[in-house]
């Protein structure tokens, strides 16, 4: 059903960006606008969240010219939870930032680009035509640009370059594939597109088309061969953006691709088989990158990398449980990855260094901080009853059941491999004794003021709080995921509330 | 590039490509133009004005910085979409007056939206073009 | 016509990535700006190519009559030249800076998030 309020949390932060572009160089005021904005934002996302889940399939025809010629946004029951994920990521890191970034990178617009960021990632949920996610995905690239290389130091610009080039190439396939997509079918409706796809007869064409998408999609969300631009990039920023990036930046490709091959491709056996190699891949490089890796970002870069893999693998299998195990999976890996970052940035606050070697003691100086990290370590790993265990379950049962044991093995490897990652982290840098080191750099966390800790300390908490959610009620979460891999196997009412009731042919079931 | 004539010839050439600039724009909507063309035209006019008289004279006939536009664009354009939200329609319908204004023509969201457009893409190709050629100009 | 574009596309393409592939900075942005244009001439080409006839209504008239050059292809090139305008002039930019920093142009120099971990 048509709903004109859709576009609210695209358009709230379009607006908070523009009114934060007017106060240029009022920090404070920067400040207030920008975490006061999130929180509506969030209010506004949780209101979308709650009509779609009681009312069905949203749909705004933007300008009102009707689909699919018109630009049309919809959002649907995964939409609207990636929205609701987005919110409050956002706000924690929109909290974060007002401490952990610095004066001089406020006043060169860090606040604004950051909203234009959270734009860009709730428009690409909410786009419900091709070439309009590829218009949000350059506007989330731009804005990844500017957060990436903003304060400009050498590291970060060099590692800039890699991101930027290896983006704008996926850029360029993406739109290839449009390109091809548009000579097929003549519609750029992702609904329309959907119907048309079944009847086009150059198939060997649709199929390029297909894999063009997944290398665009593959390189954003960091698959295994193309991957390599993430951790020589990704931890080169603040802590803040570096939080973005790993929560939203890769998850925001991983949801094209679910969406893209759910509507309009529906893979065949040859394309899951690709899928399951290439996350099987992943899973392994990542694992095996964050083994040998002693900075902590670069670490958790490569479990980034990693953990794609299960949610490339539940999209190979392609089973009702296994796209309900990876909807709970992104779920999960959204809050996790964004509050890892996160605390990255406390203990780089508080030891002054990323490198683990040089860490230790943090559990005796700060024991309930400690425990807080330990708590987003031990849900990453997966250990029940923390939320990165259920989602687990769902994708080793179906992989057993299609048979595809690389995967399998893959998956447990990598379970293993992240879990001794993170014990040997949490040895090195919570119950290691502080190495004596004749320069070691000073603890600026402890000198801040009570309310600036607050800031930083808050974000984490409400992550924390989320994941135990999702750990702890997990049941709630499984029947959200469920639906979700519900409505993405049968398109069907997502094709008719975008064309209207009569668009979908009886006689078609998938 | 200081030559005498392209100097001479820009002095003139200014008004007239501004001038031709707001046509492009006014006559976007059914015909070919639009804000983002005149939006171009008009900083095209001003680069000229750069080749011929040195950015520095350029920014000071300016007299604001170029990016100031984008963000009063940006707001321009914004609340042109969220008119017609207002009275019940769609984002970014457009929504069209009923009387005819002499020149301009009809008047409406679209049109404001178009302004919007012309005054971020002022800005934005100002910025870039100043902060690449500073130093070569 | 089609041909002769389709030769041309493969042409863009093949260089865009042949230049990409090359360790100079500025072979890299020339390889980015050529690929990007080799897809807006593919989205032009598969669009349908309809000659002399634009898509626009005459004064006379209130519809299209006739067969007319699909406008969507056009909106679509005219959207990306705008994307990549604003994307290449950012890798200029940045090129520009890295050139400060590092004084070279070779992009196997670009190693220090690399090394120093």
């Known amino acids: 059903m048509t709903d004109q309020y859709l576009l609210l949390p695209v358009l709230g932060h379009l607006t908070i960006a523009i009114a934060l572009i007017f106060c240029w160089r009022r920090i404070l005021v920067q400040q207030i606008i920008s975490v006061a904005g999130n929180l509506l934002v969030l209010i506004m996302s949780i209101a979308l969240f709650h009509k779609t889940w009681h009312q069905g399939h949203l749909t705004l025809q933007a300008g009102n010219w009707q689909a699919p010629f018109g630009i049309t946004f919809v959002s649907d029951t995964f939409s609207a939870t990636m929205l609701l994920l987005t919110a409050f990521t956002g706000l924690a890191v929109s909290m974060y930032s007002t401490v952990g970034i610095s004066k001089n990178r406020i006043q060169y617009g860090y606040f604004p680009i950051l909203h234009f960021l959270l734009v860009g990632l709730n428009g690409a949920f909410l786009a419900g035509d091709i070439f309009n996610l590829y218009v949000w995905f350059e506007v989330i690239i731009i804005s990844s640009f500017v957060l990436m290389t903003l304060g400009g130091k050498k590291p970060q610009v060099e590692g800039g370059i890699k991101y930027v080039t290896l983006n704008l190439l996926a850029s360029v396939m993406f739109l290839t594939a449009i390109a091809i997509l548009y000579g097929l079918t003549g519609s750029l409706n992702m609904a329309d597109l959907s119907l048309k796809m079944s009847g086009v007869s150059n198939r060997g064409l649709a199929d390029i088309a297909g894999l063009l998408f997944f290398i665009g999609f593959g390189i954003k969300s960091a698959v295994f061969p193309l991957y390599f631009w993430l951790p020589s990039s990704y931890h080169t920023p603040p802590s803040a953006v570096a939080a973005v990036f790993g929560g939203l930046l890769t998850k925001v490709g991983i949801y094209a691709l679910i969406r893209v091959y759910t509507l309009i491709f529906i893979p065949d056996d040859f394309t899951r088989t690709v899928f399951l190699i290439i996350a099987s891949l992943t899973l392994l490089t990542g694992a095996l990158g964050a083994l040998i890796k002693e900075n902590m970002r670069t670490l958790f870069s490569y479990l980034i990398v990693c953990h794609i893999g299960y949610l490339l693998g539940g999209l190979g299998l392609y089973t009702h449980l296994a796209l309900a195990g990876t909807i709970f999976y992104l779920v999960h890996d959204v809050i996790v990855k964004t509050n890892l970052f996160l605390i990255t940035g406390l203990v780089n606050k508080i030891r002054g260094t990323m490198n683990t070697e040089q860490q230790g003691g943090l559990y005796d100086q700060y024991p309930r901080l400690s425990i807080l990290m330990a708590i987003v370590l031990f849900s990453l790993v997966g250990i029940p009853p923390l939320s990165g265990f259920w989602p687990k379950i769902n994708l080793f049962r179906e992989s057993m059941a299609y048979h595809a044991w690389y995967l399998l093995v893959a998956m447990i490897l990598a379970s293993f491999v992240t879990l001794f990652v993170i014990a040997r982290l949490w040895g090195n840098v919570f119950w290691k004794k502080a190495p004596a080191l004749e320069s070691s750099p000073p603890d600026s966390f402890a000198g801040l003021s009570k309310g600036r800790k607050f800031m930083l300390v808050t974000p984490v908490v409400m992550l924390v709080l989320l994941s135990l959610y999702i750990g702890f009620f997990a049941e709630r979460i499984n029947v959200l995921s469920d639906r979700i891999a519900h409505e993405l196997l049968d398109p069907a009412p997502y094709i008719k509330s975008v064309l209207g009731p009569d668009a979908v042919p009886a006689t078609q079931t998938r | ?137 | 016509m089609e041909l002769l574009l389709l030769i041309l596309i493969g042409v863009f393409y093949a260089t865009g990535i042949f230049m990409m592939l090359r360790r100079s900075m500025v072979k890299l942005l020339i390889g980015i700006i050529l690929l990007g244009n080799g897809a807006n001439l593919l989205i032009f080409l598969l669009g349908g190519i309809t000659r002399g006839k634009p898509p626009i209504i005459p004064e006379a008239e209130k519809a299209l009559t006739g067969a007319y050059a699909d406008p969507v292809p056009q909106a679509l090139i005219l959207t990306a030249i705008v994307i990549s305008f604003g994307l290449q002039s950012f890798a200029i930019v940045l090129l520009k800076r890295v050139h400060v920093l590092i004084q070279s142009d070779d992009l196997n120099d670009l190693n220090t998030p690399d090394t120093s971990i």
């Open chain 2, 1 to 137: 590039m200081k030559s005498i004539i392209l100097k001479t010839a820009s002095t003139y050439l200014l008004p007239l490509l501004l001038l031709f600039a707001v046509f492009i724009l006014l006559r976007g909507h059914y015909n070919p133009g639009g804000g983002f063309v005149g939006g171009l035209i008009a900083s095209i006019a001003f680069v000229l004005h750069a080749f011929a008289h040195g950015l520095v004279e350029t920014k000071k006939m300016l007299r604001f910085v170029p990016s100031a536009c984008i963000p009063v664009g940006l707001a321009i354009s914004l609340i042109s979409g969220f008119v017609p939200m207002a009275i019940g329609r769609p984002f970014m319908s457009g929504e069209w007056l009923s009387v005819q204004v002499p020149i301009i023509g009809s008047i409406g969201t679209p049109l404001f939206f178009d302004i919007g457009v012309f005054l971020v893409v002022i800005g934005i190709t100002l910025t870039i073009l100043f902060t690449i050629s500073d130093g070569i100009l």
